[in-house]
């Protein structure tokens, strides 16, 4: 929805309204966009913050699958740690 700002001011509360529903408010000045209205997400519960930490931990713990640095060359030298 694009308004005016002069139009808005005797709109405002319900243009917040449906900002906050999820509308996209656009106000405009001289017929060009100014500003755009969106609701402002609260702060994440300790649950959503666990929950966040918890994906991330888990996310590093496959991205150390495989050889570690100190064992990726092995397949260059045999067992007496001669070159192969």
């Known amino acids: 929805m694009e308004i005016s700002v002069s139009e808005a001011k005797a709109l405002l509360t319900d243009l917040v309204r449906r900002a906050e529903a ?9 017929g060009q966009p100014a500003v755009r209205l969106v609701p402002v997400h609260g702060k994440p519960s300790r649950d ?6 918890l994906a991330l ?6 991205a150390l699958d495989g050889p570690d640095a100190a064992r990726s060359q092995d397949w260059l030298y045999d067992d007496r740690g001669l070159p192969a």
């Not at 999820?22 to 001289?30: F, K, M, P, Q, S």
């Not at 959503?48 to 930490?53: C, T």
């Not at 931990?57 to 496959?62: S, V």
């Open 48 to 53: 959503e913050k666990r929950a966040a930490l």
């Open 22 to 30: 999820g509308d996209e408010v656009i106000l405009t000045r001289h």
């Open 57 to 62: 931990r888990e996310a590093g713990r496959h």
